[in-house]
């Protein structure tokens, strides 16, 4: 009988090795494949409590029992100290069988690739808060080449440093003053943010470079985005940023339909970087904040729908992977999805699963799979 943790059943299309799959920090789910299917649990939340943490070895536990014998191999995410990641590598040990790790946006793009029921290669486009590269900076903001167990970074978001490290993803407003010091404009931080505590002094901070980590971002990118309009400078829930910048264009956007994308606002650079500083100064400068939100959402859509185009003529790949956070605001995907279907492309999105973290676990799984095959 199929244990109660057990959320939802995900066909395959093939048999494989059975593989538990521990998923990420975020809205922590976990997966187990056997044969042609890939059982993914309910969330157990965010790893960030000890009451989290216990419920997650359970359902892996719970899981494993169900299988009745070890499976071929354990996945997880990249990131060491993760808890999702430490409880994998110590299960391993014990089960005395490998410990596969996933990168974070591997795992986005392979969870698509899962649902849908493709194996050949594909466009990424994984558009998200943060998580570890293999680089061992933060990504967010990836475009990626995947075929199974293989990926590629081909281009990504300029990345943008995040003044105060996990502070900056809490409080849009240090991002963006991060946004204002890569202008040349850290002088004006003050100024704009003369309520908030550190804003006389993150000018130099930023200057530098004190607990200023970069990252490839697009969910910081919201949330710079959102502070330089005044939308959301201190976030009391998660995504709230994203939240208000989505709802301000959406009220344009019904009064007034979506504007025309702002010209010359973006940059494809040589090495496949994307550069939307120009997008963020011309927000600086908005006075109609749900006129600016607006224009954010088309100039974005455009900048991204021309950034995925080279470089699907570069590689002869017509299939785009579209997961992540990110993919939540449907003014998002549907922009990019007419974007993209003018190009000839084809967009896949999360249909059986959500696009954020809980289907980190089945790209982890699917991965790992392919991995042990090959």
């Given at each position: 009988?199929?244990?109660?943790?057990?959320?939802?059943?995900?066909?395959?299309?093939?048999?494989?090795?059975?593989?538990?799959?521990?998923?990420?920090?975020f809205?922590?789910?976990?997966?187990?494949?056997?044969?042609?299917?890939a059982?993914?649990?309910?969330?157990?939340?965010?790893?960030?409590?000890?009451?989290?943490?216990?419920?997650?070895?359970?359902?892996?536990?719970?899981?494993?029992?169900?299988?009745?014998?070890?499976?071929?191999?354990?996945?997880?995410?990249?990131?060491?100290?993760?808890?999702?990641?430490?409880?994998?590598?110590?299960?391993?040990?014990?089960?005395?069988?490998?410990a596969?790790?996933?990168?974070?946006h591997?795992?986005?793009?392979?969870?698509?690739?899962?649902?849908?029921?493709?194996?050949?290669?594909?466009?990424?486009?994984?558009?998200?808060?943060?998580?570890?590269?293999?680089?061992?900076?933060?990504?967010?903001?990836?475009?990626?080449?995947?075929?199974?167990?293989?990926?590629?970074?081909?281009?990504?978001?300029?990345?943008?440093?995040?003044?105060?490290?996990?502070?900056?993803a809490?409080?849009?407003?240090?991002?963006?003053?991060?946004?204002?010091?890569?202008?040349?404009?850290g002088?004006?931080?003050?100024?704009?943010?003369?309520?908030?505590?550190?804003?006389?002094?993150?000018?130099?901070?930023?200057?530098?470079?004190?607990?200023?980590?970069?990252?490839?971002?697009?969910?910081?990118?919201?949330?710079?985005?959102?502070?330089?309009?005044?939308?959301?400078?201190?976030?009391?829930?998660?995504?709230?940023?994203?939240?208000?910048?989505?709802?301000?264009?959406?009220?344009?956007?019904?009064?007034?339909?979506?504007?025309?994308?702002?010209?010359?606002?973006?940059?494809?650079?040589?090495?496949?970087?994307?550069?939307?500083?120009?997008?963020?100064?011309?927000?600086?400068?908005?006075?109609?904040?749900?006129?600016?939100?607006?224009?954010?959402?088309?100039?974005?859509?455009?900048?991204?729908?021309?950034?995925?185009?080279?470089?699907?003529?570069?590689?002869g790949?017509?299939?785009?992977?579209?997961?992540?956070?990110?993919?939540?605001?449907?003014?998002?995907?549907?922009?990019?999805?007419?974007?993209?279907?003018?190009?000839?492309?084809?967009?896949?999105?999360?249909?059986?699963?959500?696009?954020?973290?809980?289907?980190?676990?089945?790209?982890?799984?699917?991965?790992?799979?392919?991995?042990?095959?090959?």
């Open positions: 009988m199929q244990p109660q943790c057990i959320e939802r059943t995900i066909m395959l299309g093939v048999d494989g090795p059975s593989v538990l799959a521990t998923g990420a920090w809205k922590n789910t976990l997966c187990l494949t056997r044969g042609d299917a059982f993914v649990s309910r969330s157990v939340g965010d790893l960030d409590s000890a009451d989290a943490c216990i419920e997650h070895e359970s359902v892996a536990r719970i899981m494993l029992d169900w299988q009745g014998s070890p499976p071929a191999a354990i996945a997880h995410d990249l990131h060491p100290d993760f808890h999702s990641t430490r409880f994998a590598v110590a299960l391993a040990a014990e089960l005395e069988i490998p596969i790790a996933v990168q974070h591997h795992a986005h793009i392979a969870a698509l690739c899962a649902e849908h029921d493709v194996v050949g290669p594909v466009l990424g486009l994984a558009l998200d808060g943060v998580g570890l590269g293999t680089d061992g900076t933060a990504w967010g903001g990836e475009l990626l080449r995947v075929e199974g167990a293989a990926s590629q970074r081909l281009g990504y978001l300029q990345p943008l440093a995040l003044p105060g490290g996990d502070r900056a809490r409080e849009p407003w240090r991002m963006a003053a991060s946004v204002l010091h890569a202008l040349g404009r002088s004006e931080i003050s100024a704009r943010f003369p309520a908030q505590h550190g804003s006389d002094t993150i000018a130099v901070v930023l200057e530098k470079g004190l607990n200023c980590p970069q990252a490839s971002s697009m969910g910081r990118v919201f949330d710079a985005a959102a502070g330089l309009l005044g939308l959301c400078l201190v976030m009391t829930f998660e995504a709230e940023a994203a939240i208000a910048l989505e709802q301000a264009a959406t009220r344009h956007v019904v009064s007034h339909g979506m504007p025309a994308p702002v010209l010359d606002a973006w940059r494809v650079e040589p090495d496949g970087q994307l550069n939307l500083l120009p997008l963020l100064a011309a927000l600086a400068a908005e006075r109609d904040v749900e006129l600016g939100a607006a224009l954010f959402h088309a100039t974005l859509v455009a900048a991204l729908g021309e950034w995925v185009g080279r470089a699907a003529e570069a590689s790949l017509d299939t785009i992977a579209c997961g992540g956070g990110c993919f939540f605001n449907q003014l998002l995907s549907a922009g990019l999805r007419q974007n993209l279907g003018q190009r000839g492309l084809v967009m896949l999105e999360a249909r059986q699963q959500l696009p954020g973290d809980t289907a980190i676990a089945l790209g982890q799984a699917w991965v790992a799979r392919h991995f042990l095959v090959t």
